[in-house]
């Protein structure tokens, strides 16, 4: 492969890797990956014809809550660089290999996504002096490490034949990669406390105990949550008799400081 | 209101510049995705064109908005636009010295996109993008070539665009006139709403949005030749469906009443799950 079409590989894979994260160009979708790989590569029928078929089989990787789906990146960029590119596989092979690529993206992406939980906590350092700057700068640098994430398989491609790819990722022991994946379900259980503990005072404890209750009745949707918890919202603020009308100084929040009253009297007056 | 202020500096005012920003970052949401508080460094990084404008030489006020924006946020990505418009108004009264306290813009959050998510993951997810894709992949199959990745490009670029731009001007003109007309005893009732839908939504955000599942095999019974397999998960959800979710997030909790470092939790539990698989708790 010449120069310039492994420099407009990487690029491709690059910005791939960035944006099936942040899904909103949809440039890491089948159709457009494969498409710009095969641009690169100069088979651009190839590409995609192989787009088209892994758009059908990808139409239901999507991110929703903290599930991590199969990364469709990692998926077009390396099949589409096998079927376009010296190696000349032929389409269905290029379908057959994509399955696993896409597993091993998840796993990367895992990995990546975990390291940025750290990253977090030095933007959190940033935040304490204003610094938005650095938050920037954390922010731009997460996302080079996700776009990294394929552009250096998709390099390694080039070199080396895929089989050494996917051996040198099936030797990460299981032991790590599925307890990492198992523990990616439930560490946002700390970002949950976190928010509890700032919201929580002796009088909501009970409208987050019958969130947690209604929360088993599966035909409930978030939608319907959110029409109930408005109404509760309502009807307390109704007939709580801290709201009663007239009687709006004593309609202090709890957190206030009887200084704030005091201010609150010397406006009303 | 406005005639007893005695506000003395001007007010402070988001610009048409600070909007086109902050929907030109809005782009980059996900960026930052971590698994601890999902989309929050994303999120803050939206509204750093507003917290600027706000706060121009008060470093204690921009540190301040920035801490409360970095709490947990898990949305579909457009979504977060309509949120994010309605944080701009938040921020911009707050900053104009309305009382509104951090608790209530983190309730208001929470409370707001659990519900706004159920809206967006099946219309943009679930609707717009596989229909197009499936659509484009047809076109492609039939022979039409590079107008089909074409299709498929700007339709959803130009679906995704415009709705990310109205959402955030609809946020925060709406946002806006809910703050503007709050007044008296308003404020509080505000914050007591959010207070209560906040707290209700997280209670259902618990045991909803945080996976365990336990394939531990308690027992085995073998009746009539049929074999009934008992696991802890299935003990779990007999007593009351959630409850791990629940246990583990009193956990946290506790330690961080306790002032444990968050990052010592967060290692904690990634040695749990290791630990849990290896086992045979975890699955």
Redo the contacts between chains.
């Keep these: 492969m010449s120069g310039l079409a492994i420099t407009g590989l990487i690029v491709v894979a690059f910005l791939a890797g ?1 944006d099936v ?6 440039l890491a ?1 089948p ?2 990956a494969c ?1 710009l790989v095969g641009l690169a590569v100069g088979d ?2 190839d590409g ?2 192989l ?3 892994l ?2 089989l ?3 990787w ?6 991590i789906p199969p990364d469709a990146a990692l998926a077009s960029v390396v099949s589409a660089i096998l079927v376009c590119g010296p190696a000349q596989m032929s389409i269905h092979n290029g379908i057959a290999i994509a399955v696993p690529l896409a597993i091993a993206g998840q796993v990367l992406n895992i990995f990546v ?2 390291i ?6 030095l ?2 350092k ?5 610094d ?1 700057r650095g ?2 700068r ?3 640098f ?2 080079c490490l ?1 776009g990294l994430r394929i552009a250096i398989p998709a390099y390694l491609v080039t070199i080396v034949s895929p089989q050494t790819v996917q051996n040198t990722l099936n030797a990460v022991p299981k ?2 990669t ?24 002796t009088d ?2 009970p ?10 009745v599966k035909s409930l ?3 319907a ?6 109404c ?3 009807i ?2 109704q007939l ?1 008799p ?2 009663a009308v007239g009687d ?1 100084d004593a ?3 709890p ?1 206030s400081s009887t200084e ?1 009253e005091i201010d609150r009297e010397l ?2 007056l | 209101m406005a005639d007893n202020a005695t506000v003395t500096t001007p007010e402070r005012k988001l610009t048409h510049k600070d909007m086109v920003a902050s929907f030109w970052r809005s782009g980059f949401f996900q960026g930052s995705w971590n698994y601890e508080r999902v989309q929050n460094i994303g999120f803050c990084f939206q509204l750093i064109p507003a917290i600027r404008r706000l706060y121009p030489d008060d470093k204690q006020g921009r540190a301040d908005a920035m801490k409360r924006q970095l709490t947990f946020m898990q949305i579909t990505p457009i979504m977060a636009s309509l949120i994010g418009g309605i944080m701009m108004a938040m921020e911009e009264e707050k900053a104009n010295g309305t009382d509104i306290d951090d608790a209530t813009i983190t309730s208001l959050k929470v409370g707001m996109m659990g519900p706004m998510a159920g809206v967006g993951d099946p219309i943009f997810w679930g609707t717009i993008r596989p229909v197009l894709g499936a659509f484009a992949a047809s076109l492609a199959l039939s022979g039409l070539g590079i107008v089909a990745p074409l299709i498929f490009f700007i339709v959803w670029n130009a679906i995704r665009l415009s709705s990310r731009w109205y959402l955030q001007k609809i946020g925060y003109e709406q946002g806006t006139n809910i703050v503007e007309n709050l007044g008296g005893g308003l404020v509080q009732k505000l914050t007591m709403g959010a207070s209560i839908l906040g707290m209700f939504i997280m209670g259902a955000l618990v045991p909803r949005w945080t996976a365990v599942n336990m394939p531990l095999v308690i027992s085995k019974v073998t009746t009539d030749g049929k074999t009934t397999v008992t696991t802890l998960q299935d003990v779990f959800d007999q007593l009351l469906p959630g409850l791990a979710p629940l246990l583990l997030m009193f956990f946290c909790l506790w330690l961080l009443r306790k002032k444990v470092n968050a990052v010592w939790i967060i290692f904690l539990l990634f040695a749990l799950g290791i630990f849990g698989y290896w086992i045979g708790l975890f699955g």
Excluded: C, P
Excluded at chain 1, 178 to 200: D, E, H, P
């Design positions: 960035v994260i942040l899904d909103e160009w949809e979708q159709i457009v498409t651009v029928q995609i014809l787009g088209a078929h758009q059908l990808a139409l239901g999507m991110n929703i809550g903290s599930a996504r975990t940025i939980v750290f990253m977090a906590h933007v959190d940033k935040a304490e002096n204003g938005w938050l920037d954390i922010h731009y997460d996302m996700q032991v790590i599925n307890g990492l994946a198992i523990a990616g379900g439930f560490i946002v259980a700390v970002g949950f406390a976190m928010v509890v503990n700032m919201m929580a005072s909501l404890w409208f987050f105990f019958l969130g947690f209750a209604l929360a088993a949707n978030l939608i949550f959110g029409i109930i918890g408005l509760m919202a309502l307390y603020i709580s801290r709201f709006i309609a202090a929040t957190g704030d406006e009303d």
